[in-house]
């Protein structure tokens, strides 16, 4: 079978949830034994979100090839259970970028170079990148922003030549749009998505399916009228009610029969229903917990959900996987001092300290550390996290008061984080930290090994500073054991205290690998310590 694509455009607004409707569309089609996978293309400029701060599309994911991408390719993971790469997320910036290339080596041999055909060809040969590999059945690319954004119009009619190029049964569009419910007339409302349809036509685009993000069920009135105006058939309008976890939409879709459409549409050869049962034992077991944690997230993004995305979902997998719900208190690492770190962690079972970047909040996460590992409270560091714990261990117990990263302070006496070797002779930001996939050996008797149950492990990284081994030795005889390095480098990626009930730091990101169906070790883990950390107290 040669590979098919579907293309999910947004109207309206934007966070209606675009990601997660590809997403679910996917499960549902892998579910009947069809190889999908998913890509999202976004309008901005940035060549990719890596210099974004967080506070703009939220974290950056990365991927084993070790990309800075959407963090919409996280919900792909966490959804289809394999890997995306490099090609998965294009950008504007990224399309300029190589027609510019392509100009200066002068390929286009002396035409003038336009947004149509150069930006478009190059958008469209992306867009069929995946699917040429012969490894997928679908292909769904999800285009990021709104349609009539200025910057989206290059995909829209990338997607519409598509769409007129294409054999009707290798293209699908699922516009995603919202019916907003005006509580003063008590009524919901068809209009804005009978504008973004409009809008989407306008440009030569027809939706084969509009799905509505809604707060109340469409009747099947509402459904006639949405189907007339935006020229489709009723069942082909489906309704996204807001679901209490994004794991449920799914679920939520094959009522809808959206795959059924869908397979229809494309005249896919696939299972005749979909294979389900390992989601919704998940399902089950988060929705019916049999036990309770607090969990302390101590960083600085505090504000914005979307910070610490894969951290927050993989806590979710992990308190799944326990059959317990795990309640997440995000403090703020700013607001965390000693005179009030009782007060704001004191009743926590657990506490991890976050990934980040410079010097706000940076005080605070090491008091968090600090009171972790006084009070034999489960600690989880990740990344920046990881640093702080051995910052905090070399202030208080190795006894060096101005011990610190040379991220914030270059000429601390007592650099025990210090800038990687190869990071020194960098002055490109975009692109160059130490990225993706790494390889790491685990100690035999540490607690790392114990819950990975394997000695090679390989996880992901996105850092440019590193454990500083010089003061390993000390470090070590004081209790602080490495128990994680990379086999080529000798880089230091995990630090334990083994006389602490449950404390490890790691230098790359568990996270990113953490999806419903392989919840992540470390994250299992840590929810059960912070479970009989609760029961101790209880006692
Ligand atoms: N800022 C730290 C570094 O670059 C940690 C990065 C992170 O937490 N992702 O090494």
Redesign the pocket.
Same mark, same amino acid.
């Given at each position: 079978m040669h590979t098919k694509y579907i293309f999910v455009t947004g109207g309206v607004t934007s966070s209606l949830g675009k990601g997660i409707i590809s997403a679910s569309t996917a499960k549902l089609l892998q579910a009947r034994g069809l190889r999908v996978t998913i890509q999202k293309f976004d309008p901005y400029i940035n060549v990719d979100p890596g210099t974004l701060n967080p506070y703009e599309h939220g974290e950056c994911y990365v991927t084993e090839d070790g990309a800075e991408t959407d963090l919409d390719l996280g919900h792909y993971e966490r959804f289809l259970n394999v890997y995306t790469s490099r090609a998965n997320n294009v950008t504007t910036g990224k399309i300029y970028e190589s027609v510019i290339k392509k100009e200066r080596e002068g390929v286009y041999l002396g035409k003038t170079v336009q947004v149509i055909p150069h930006i478009t060809d190059e958008i469209k040969r992306r867009m069929m990148l995946l699917g040429k590999t012969g490894h997928y059945d679908v292909v769904i690319t999800e285009i990021g922003g709104t349609v009539g954004d200025i910057e989206s119009l290059p995909f829209v009619e990338a997607v519409r030549q598509m769409q007129w190029e294409l054999p009707d049964e290798d293209c699908a569009v699922i516009h995603l749009t919202l019916i907003p419910f005006l509580s003063a007339a008590k009524e919901l409302k068809t209009k804005p998505t009978q504008h973004s349809v409009r809008m989407l036509q306008q440009n030569g685009l027809q939706p084969d399916v509009i799905v509505c993000r809604t707060e109340h069920h469409l009747s099947l009135e509402i459904r006639r009228k949405v189907a007339l105006f935006c020229n489709i058939k009723p069942n082909e309008v489906i309704e996204s009610i807001d679901a209490k976890s994004i794991y449920q939409v799914p679920l939520a879709m094959v009522e809808e029969k959206l795959d059924e459409i869908i397979i229809q549409k494309l005249q896919l050869k696939a299972a005749a229903e979909p294979d389900l049962r390992e989601w919704t034992q998940f399902l089950d077991k988060l929705f019916n917990p049999k036990h309770e944690v607090h969990i302390a997230l101590v960083g600085k993004y505090v504000e914005l959900q979307d910070a610490y995305k894969s951290i927050l979902e993989s806590l979710i997998h992990g308190g799944a996987a326990n059959e317990c719900k795990v309640n997440v208190h995000c403090v703020h690492s700013e607001h965390i001092t000693p005179e009030n770190v009782t007060e704001k962690l004191g009743g926590m079972n657990g506490i991890l300290v976050?990934?980040?970047?410079?010097e706000r909040g940076i005080e605070g996460k090491i008091t968090a550390v600090q009171y972790a590992r006084e009070q034999a409270i489960p600690f989880f560091g %990740?990344?920046?996290?990881? #640093?702080m714990a051995v910052v905090e261990f070399a202030r208080h117990v190795l006894g060096h008061p101005e011990a610190m990263?040379t991220?914030i302070n270059r000429n601390t006496p007592c650099p025990v %984080?210090d800038l990687?070797e190869d990071q020194k002779r960098l002055t490109i930001k975009g692109g160059t930290? =130490?990225l993706g996939a790494y390889k790491c050996m685990l100690d035999k008797h540490s607690l790392a090994h114990k819950i990975y149950a394997r000695t090679e492990i390989s996880e992901r990284?996105?850092? =440019?500073?590193?454990m500083n081994s010089d003061y390993l030795p000390a470090l070590q005889q004081h209790g602080m054991v490495a128990t994680g390095r990379n086999p080529e480098t000798g880089l230091v990626e995990i630090v334990e205290i083994p006389a602490h009930p449950f404390f490890i730091g790691v #230098?790359f990101?568990p996270e990113l690998k953490s999806t419903v169906e392989n919840p992540h070790p470390l994250f299992v883990s840590f929810v059960k310590a912070a479970m009989e950390q609760w029961l101790t107290v209880k006692k």
């Open positions: 976050a990934p980040g970047f410079g %990740i990344c920046l996290g990881m #640093q990263t991220e %984080i990687m930290m =130490r990284h996105r850092h =440019r500073y590193e #230098q990101h």
